[in-house]
């Protein structure tokens, strides 16, 4: 069994899963308050049971909902033993759009930028970088037809056509990733530079 944790995001998510197959989750739409949430969340999953690994959401997303999971899930790791991998959420709204061709992914990245990146499929892969762009950018480098994301109606609407498909990641979804996909090192994926600059 894998525990799969999912804060990246407005959504705080966890699920339970045995290869391709949901034993169970949680997911509620937070917006903030991760770190009160989540280890609550774990522990009615879990509810005594004890995963054989971990896979936590590296991002993008929020500094710090990223930052919460990963922590959580690096203590987690230490506490039981068990290995730690790292999916990225641009890739579980992917897996979850399902078939149907080339798939791009949009998600509101602050400072009124969209992180954006395309899928392919069969196998499921990404096709360009991970990029932070003004929606008028992003419209005319993305070319797939299908645009998934909290960002999506900014980007068709930006480019005037196209099918928006309104989602944030869910933990369960990972599941659907393939091998290569959910198997990054759990280190964050911040998608563009920081707010806070140090001090020279």
């Keep these: 069994m894998i525990l799969i944790i ?3 995001t407005p959504s705080c998510s966890v699920a339970l899963a045995d ?3 949901l034993i169970d989750e949680r997911h509620e739409i937070v917006g903030r308050g991760h770190a009160e949430r989540l280890v609550p969340m774990v522990e009615a999953l879990l509810a005594g049971r ?17 930052r919460v999971g990963l922590a959580a899930a690096q203590g987690l790791r230490i506490g039981w033993g068990v290995p730690l991998a790292g999916f990225s959420s641009m890739a579980a709204i992917a897996a979850a759009a399902g078939e149907g061709g ?21 196998p499921m892969r990404p096709l360009d970088a991970l990029r932070s762009l003004p929606p008028a950018e992003a419209a005319a480098a993305i ?3 299908r645009v998934a ?8 609407a930006a480019r005037g056509h196209g099918e928006a498909i309104d989602a944030l990641p869910r933990a ?3 599941r659907l990733l393939p091998l290569a996909l959910r198997s990054l090192a759990p280190r964050p994926v911040y998608g563009r530079e920081p707010d806070a600059k140090p001090m020279r």
Excluded at 50 to 66: A, H, K, Q
Excluded at 111 to 119: A, E, K, N, R, T
Excluded at 149 to 156: F, P, Q, R
């Design 6 to 8: 999912e804060t990246a």
């Design 172 to 174: 369960a979804d990972a």
């Design 149 to 156: 994301g909290s960002g999506a109606a900014a980007l068709v």
């Design 102 to 122: 080339e798939i791009a992914v949009a998600l509101e990245g602050g400072h009124g930028q969209l992180f954006v990146q395309s899928f392919g499929e069969v």
């Design 143 to 145: 070319k797939a037809a």
């Design 19 to 21: 290869g391709a197959e």
């Design 50 to 66: 004890r995963p054989d690994g971990i896979l936590v959401d590296c991002g993008p997303g929020s500094f710090t909902g990223i």
